[in-house]
Antibody, heavy 124, light 107 residues
Framework: QLQLQESGPGLVKPSETLALTCKVS??????????WGWIRQAPGKGLEWIGI???????HYTPSLKSRVTISVDTSKNQFSLRLSSVTAADTAVYYC????????????????WGRGTLVTVSS | SYELTQPPSVSASTGQTARITCSGD??????VSWYQQKPGQSPVLVIY???ERPSGIPARFSGSNSGNTATLTISGTQAVDEADYYC??????????FGGGTKLTVL
């Protein structure tokens, strides 16, 4: 059974870089069938997609965050990471990692399973 | 930019059918997924590609998508189904869009 677990600092200062890691267990991250993604949820709000990446280096990001986001896959450690630069209080959220399946046409993506999430607070 | 609209709340009595809608321009031309999120927990995929149910999801969950509206239907709603539900679709510009979420209350 595939499991994902997020880790990283729970507190980040404004203007600094948020860095999180998602450890994958119960399966290999080196699969051409899947991408690996990040989603966040501000307190009391809905879900916001951040981006996805694959071990091939192929990545896609939401336009509103594209200039600040990098998602990378480390096959040697079976984990992937998120870096979000120049953070502000608006980036305070629970950050989830998830495995992403793309349909054969690439026009349908779904997220399953998800990690438990980690709360990141941006504050000085 | 493409948007998905969900009603903020829906209620259903135990044993009855709950229907949660998700609206968007020509949404029937896209594939929709649905996620269930209980308080303090991470989302769980309950429907993908409009109508497909992942293994382990009860058969009382079903989905449909036509015209401008996708619908998640829960037949024989149970107390354990009380949760927030989010629809999600793919768009060529923004790639992934989530609806604002619907809180399902089971009476």
């Amino acid at each position: 059974q595939l499991q994902l677990q997020e880790s990283g600092p729970g507190l980040v200062k404004p203007s600094e870089t948020l860095a999180l890691t998602c450890k994958v267990s119960g399966g290999s991250i080196s699969s051409s069938s899947y991408y690996w993604g990040w989603i966040r949820q501000a307190p009391g709000k809905g879900l916001e997609w951040i981006g996805i990446s694959q071990d091939s280096g192929s990545s896609h990001y939401t336009p509103s965050l594209k200039s600040r986001v990098t998602i990378s896959v480390d096959t040697s450690k079976n984990q992937f990471s998120l870096r979000l630069s120049s953070v502000t209080a608006a980036d305070t959220a629970v950050y989830y990692c998830a495995r992403v399946t793309l349909s054969a046409t690439g026009t349908s993506w779904w997220f399953d399973p998800w990690g438990r999430g980690t709360l990141v607070t941006v504050s000085s | 930019s493409y948007e998905l609209t969900q009603p903020p709340s829906v209620s259903a009595s135990t044993g009855q059918t709950a229907r949660i809608t998700c609206s968007g321009d020509k949404l029937g031309n896209k594939y929709v997924s649905w996620y269930q999120q209980k308080p303090g927990q991470s989302p769980v995929l309950v429907i993908y590609q409009d109508t497909e149910r992942p293994s382990g999801i009860p058969a009382r969950f079903s989905g449909s998508n036509s015209g401008n509206t996708a619908t998640l239907t829960i037949s024989g709603t149970q107390a354990v189904d009380e949760a927030d539900y989010y629809c999600q679709a793919w768009d060529s510009r923004t790639y992934v869009i989530f609806g604002g979420g619907t809180k399902l209350t089971v009476l």
